[in-house]
């Protein structure tokens, strides 16, 4: 690795990472010395693809190019590459495994980093796993482990590091009950952190306030469990689910987060049916239905005819289209509750980014 790394106390820090003699400047492509070699050469297992289509990489195969894609599923060499990047002021974004990404069409105009380490093992009721394990693998680990906890995020895709990172959530249930620790490199060190410093709320945890903080893994604590009865929720709320997001669907699931009734004015409480709050929420769905949302289209974006939070590529989509609609409905609940509807989504390669 181009710099070794140091560990102070339950901390790894990492040494500033020298780039080539005359350190190279970006100018709108990665950048590289005169013979080709990009800075995040020196890091030994570190696996990098120039000019990747991002469309591979997200749920709405959507996206244009990268600059350069780095890839690994060492910590140490992740760290080491976000360190790198940050010093020498290379443009670059983390992402995981795309499932609530919009990617603009022209692609992102430096490094986009992956750190893909996928164990899951436990010891008990302890389970440790790595950012980049699939959430659905996580959930069926510990439900075959007899282990209660994580049955109701069933059929949710994406990984694990995003749905900490968004607290993912279903069925009145998030991730947040069974986190006990998580580790996180901030581009110097590795610095783990227990549940309550994570800030957990709904769809929020710190992570999406300091970006800077990248989720490597966790240790998570869960019940016992009936192994039958567990299957059993699971494998409904499997088939609940992908009557309505299909597997093969080029979707982010629902675009908007649900609305806390508590947060509203009062003028627009008073308009929602009481049998359609949900736990004090109400579902972003009736908002979008109230303005006509179900089976508009946006060129080849289409939202569903029978799910107005649900927006979908229906192949060949482009991120304009896709923005455009996600801000025509916006625009439309705005104008007729006088509330702003928050994405779920994220978004990279825009100006704003």
Request: include cysteine; proline fraction near 5%.
């Amino acid at each position: 690795m181009g710099g070794c790394c140091r560990r102070v106390g339950d901390s790894i820090s990492f040494p500033r990472l020298d780039g080539p003699a005359g350190r190279p400047t970006y100018n709108g492509n990665v950048a590289r010395t005169a013979s080709g070699a990009t800075p995040l050469d020196s890091i030994k297992g570190l696996h990098l693809h120039a000019r990747v289509p991002l469309s591979e990489y997200t749920r709405f195969g959507i996206g244009g190019p990268a600059d350069l894609l780095a890839e690994t599923n060492e910590p140490e060499s992740f760290c080491a590459a976000l360190c790198l990047l940050r010093e020498q002021a290379i443009p670059h974004v983390v992402l995981g495994g795309g499932t609530n990404l919009v990617v603009a069409d022209e692609g992102f105009p430096g490094v986009v980093l992956r750190y893909t380490a996928d164990y899951i093992r436990h010891h008990g009721r302890q389970v440790h796993c790595a950012a980049g394990a699939e959430l659905m693998e996580l959930v069926n680990y510990t439900v075959d482990a007899g282990l209660e906890g994580l049955q109701t995020l069933m059929g949710i895709p994406g990984w694990v590091g995003a749905a900490i990172y968004g607290n993912a959530g279903a069925y009145g249930h998030a991730i947040e009950e069974v986190v006990r620790r998580v580790r996180y490199c901030d581009g110097q060190q590795i610095h783990q952190i227990s549940r309550e410093e994570c800030g957990f709320q709904y769809r929020e945890s710190i992570f999406k306030r300091r970006k800077e903080w990248i989720i490597l893994d966790a240790e998570l604590e869960l019940e016992e469990g009936d192994r039958a009865a567990l299957r059993k929720t699971a494998d409904e709320i499997l088939e609940v689910r992908n009557q309505k997001f299909p597997p093969t669907m080029r979707c982010a699931g629902s675009i908007f987060k649900n609305l806390y009734l508590k947060d509203l004015p009062a003028a627009v409480a008073t308009q929602v049916p009481p049998s359609v709050v949900r736990e004090g929420k109400i579902p972003a769905a009736w908002f979008l239905e109230q303005v006509g949302a179900k089976d508009r289209w946006e060129g080849r974006i289409h939202v569903a005819p029978y799910h107005a939070n649900l927006v979908y590529n229906t192949g060949g989509g482009t991120a304009a289209e896709l923005c455009r609609m996600i801000q025509s409905l916006k625009r439309e609940v705005q104008i007729r509750f006088g509330i702003q509807m928050e994405e779920e989504v994220q978004y990279v390669g825009f100006p704003a980014n």
